[in-house]
Every structure is written in structure tokens, then in C-alpha cells.
């Protein structure tokens, strides 16, 4: 059948190709680069939120306000303008209201004997309106404030003398609501 000549033909080829496919005489196969690594998606943490040192919370009681610490404002012989020397006691009434924003006050304007009824009621007002004017130039609110005149009607002193007259004419801060 075969001959010898002709197997040993075959196996040579044989081994040739075996060879050849081994040690690179063949056609190279075109290189592909290897796959890419699919991306790593990384969880987006939530951005640490900011340590805010919690502000210490004061304990504020609420202190009663008491109409003694107003003060009264008073007035010159037949004038409703503040006197110099009597703006602190008015500024001092103002802080207060700003302080205590809750409060609400009613200005009573009062005068001495001297002067028909009439008069003095009109005077008692005009004085109290003169007060509010200033507390609310100071920042109060007008909603806070309300007025009345009295005029001669409640004197503080009964004297019939400049030293009490001079007590009388007088503006004075009497506490509505807290």
C-alpha cells in the first residue's frame, strides 16, 4: 500500500506544519489588544456635612416689666417739647421697650392747676404726643404706644407752689399688655 518513501514524505510534511504553526512562520494573527477593563464606578458618597458647633442656647426668663422702671418725663410752664435734661429718662424708657418687645404702653400727659380745664387737656395731650414722637423716632413701633391726656385732672403733689406744679407737668408710662 504505501510505500515507505511515501509515509515517511507525509510524516515529514506533517511535521513541518506542526512545526511551522509553533515557532512563527506561519501568518501572525493580527494582534488584538486586550478588552479594557469595564470603568470602576466608585458610589458618590454623600458630601460629610459640615460640623456647625450647635450655638449654646441661652436660657432667657422672662422678667417681669413693672412700671417703676420707667421713668417719668416732666415738662416746663406751659411747653409740650422734651427738655434736655430729661431725653435720658426718655431714651432709658426706649431701651426698655426695645428690649421687651412685647410690651405695650400708654402715655398719660398730665399738667399743673394753672389754666383753664380746656387747656390743660389739650397741653396733657400735646406733651404725651411729644413722648410718643420721640419713642418712636427711637425705633418703637406706633402700634405699641398709645396716649391720653389727663390734663390737671390727677396732680401728683396738692402743694399750690412751684415746687409742686413743677411735679405735675409730667408724662407718665403706664404698662397695657406685657
Same mark, same amino acid.
Given at each position: ?88 429718662? =426718655? ?6 421697650? @426695645?428690649?421687651? %418687645? *412685647? &410690651?405695650?404702653?400708654?402715655? #398719660? ?25 420721640? =419713642? ?6 406706633? @402700634?405699641?404706644? %398709645? *396716649? &391720653?391726656?389727663?390734663?390737671? #385732672? ?25
Amino acid at each position: 500500500m504505501y510505500k515507505k518513501g511515501n509515509v515517511a514524505v507525509v510524516f515529514v510534511l506533517g511535521l513541518l506544519l506542526t512545526l511551522a504553526s509553533f515557532n512563527g512562520c506561519a501568518k501572525k494573527k493580527a494582534e488584538t489588544p486586550p478588552p479594557k477593563p469595564a470603568p470602576v464606578v466608585q458610589e458618590k458618597k454623600p458630601a460629610p456635612k459640615p460640623q456647625v458647633k450647635e450655638p449654646e442656647r441661652k436660657i432667657v426668663e422672662k422678667v417681669a416689666i413693672s412700671e417703676s422702671q420707667f421713668n417719668t418725663v416732666y415738662f416746663d410752664f406751659d411747653k409740650s417739647d422734651i427738655k434736655s435734661d430729661q431725653r435720658s429718662n =426718655l431714651s432709658n424708657n426706649a431701651r426698655l421697650l @426695645s428690649d421687651n %418687645s *412685647t &410690651i405695650r404702653i400708654r402715655i #398719660e400727659g398730665h399738667c399743673d392747676e394753672r389754666g383753664t380745664d380746656e387747656y390743660n387737656m389739650a397741653l396733657g395731650q400735646r406733651r404725651a404726643d411729644a413722648i410718643k414722637q420721640y =419713642l418712636i423716632d427711637y425705633g418703637i413701633s406706633s @402700634s405699641r404706644i %398709645s *396716649t &391720653i391726656s389727663y390734663g390737671e #385732672e390727677r396732680p401728683v403733689s396738692s402743694g399750690h407752689n412751684e415746687s409742686s406744679w413743677s411735679q405735675n407737668r409730667r408724662g407718665e408710662f403706664k404698662i397695657t399688655s406685657q
